[in-house]
């Protein structure tokens, strides 16, 4: 199959929001992302991040910078507030060049967050 444009979702949950938790968490979710798709940072197009409304502490993008993704163009914006669904919540949208077929890409749901797509195959 060639290479072709497809996007990876992933999410994960902070227990406070601090920075350094911000940090971790979403240096944590990018690398499970990259590692069980097999993607090399230059193979990222962009990648989009969604916090929820109770994340102050620092930009999700800003912690994926210290991550290893400096070159990527990275957004953030924020999450709709919808009753029941996790707090404390980053979302990611990686957009990427592949040559795998969606079906053959992983979405990484972590710390709580496969509540959110449990349709999904792992």
């Known amino acids: ?5 497809r996007a990876l ?3 994960t949950r902070l ?3 601090t920075p350094e938790q911000v940090t971790e968490r979403v240096a ?5 992302m990259l590692e069980r798709n097999d993607v090399e940072v230059d193979d ?5 991040f969604t916090a929820t409304d109770d994340i102050h502490s620092m930009f999700p993008a800003e912690a994926a910078r210290v991550a290893g ?8 914006a924020q999450e709709l507030t919808i ?3 996790p707090t404390r919540c980053i979302r990611a949208l990686m957009h990427l060049t592949t040559e795998r077929s969606r079906a053959e ?5 972590l710390a709580g967050t496969s509540v959110l797509r449990d349709d999904l195959p792992g």
């Open 28 to 32: 944590e979710l990018v690398l499970v």
């Open 9 to 11: 979702r992933g999410a």
């Open 69 to 76: 993704l400096a070159d990527v163009p990275l957004l953030c």
């Open 1 to 5: 199959m060639p290479a072709a444009v």
């Open 105 to 109: 890409l992983h979405h990484v749901y």
């Open 83 to 85: 009753d029941g669904k």
């Open 44 to 48: 990222i197009i962009s990648v989009v």
């Open 15 to 17: 227990d406070a929001d």
